[in-house]
T-cell receptor, first 115, second 110 residues
Framework: AQKVTQAQTEISVVEKEDVTLDCVYETRDTTYYLFWYKQPPSGELVFLIR??????QNEISGRYSWNFQKSTSSFNFTITASQVVDSAVYFCALSEARDTDKLIFGTGTRLQVFP | EAQVTQNPRYLITVTGKKLTVTCSQN?????MSWYRQDPGLGLRQIYY???????DKGDVPEGYKVSRKEKRNFPLILESPSPNQTSLYFCASKRFNEQFFGPGTRLTVL
């Protein structure tokens, strides 16, 4: 069965700290896609990244980086030097190649960055 | 600008009063879907549509209806809303492996 687990319900940090949001997934497919979305206080969902299961290279985009490890079924997200504007709920999601129409979301991690 | 729009953005209604939340996309996507977001549960799929006149149930379809008469529109219908349908609703359209989400509709059923 497919499942996404975000064990951290809420994280609080002080500005400029680094923070890692964990995401663990379960799937029986060998081909699948992993996503991260940001939901700021205004409520919309902002797409951050998509990674397919054959690409295990880590990715860096500015202060954001993602660590994909198939061996541990994890796709963790790190924000370096966090800022107040990073305060949001972050969702990890999975879709399988056999059913890419379905996006399975984790329960989200609320990140609060204090000045 | 490529986008998914939803209306209304906010709605407060009473139990049993039929309502429709509209969703429209201008990207000519065949696939569209509806999700609801609840605290501690993440987003769960309600219904999806692979193309015009083709719809199917997601994980939590009870109490909802949808229709897909045109490619661009995918309205969500609550024939007799109940308080447990108070939630944040997102419409999405998809191309290849990327879903584009609307801005969300916050629904409160009293």
């Amino acid at each position: 069965a497919q499942k996404v687990t975000q064990a951290q319900t809420e994280i609080s940090v002080v500005e400029k700290e680094d923070v890692t949001l964990d995401c663990v997934y379960e799937t029986r497919d060998t081909t699948y896609y992993l996503f991260w979305y940001k939901q700021p206080p205004s409520g919309e969902l902002v797409f951050l990244i998509r990674r397919n299961s054959f690409d295990e290279q880590n990715e860096i985009s500015g202060r954001y980086s993602w660590n994909f490890q198939k061996s541990t079924s994890s796709f963790n997200f790190t924000i370096t030097a966090s800022q107040v504007v990073d305060s949001a709920v972050y969702f990890c999601a999975l879709s399988e190649a056999r059913d890419t129409d379905k996006l399975i979301f984790g329960t989200g991690t609320r990140l609060q960055v204090f000045p | 600008e490529a986008q998914v729009t939803q209306n209304p953005r906010y709605l407060i209604t009473v139990t049993g009063k039929k309502l429709t939340v509209t969703c429209s996309q201008n990207m000519n996507h065949e696939y569209m879907s509806w999700y609801r977001q609840d605290p501690g549960l993440g987003l769960r799929q309600i219904y999806y549509s692979m193309n015009v006149e083709v719809t199917d149930k997601g994980d939590v379809p009870e109490g909802y209806k949808v229709s897909r008469k045109e490619k661009r529109n995918f309205p969500l219908i609550l024939e007799s809303p109940s308080p447990n349908q108070t939630s944040l609703y997102f419409c999405a359209s998809k191309r290849f492996n990327e879903q584009f989400f609307g801005p969300g509709t916050r629904l409160t059923v009293l």
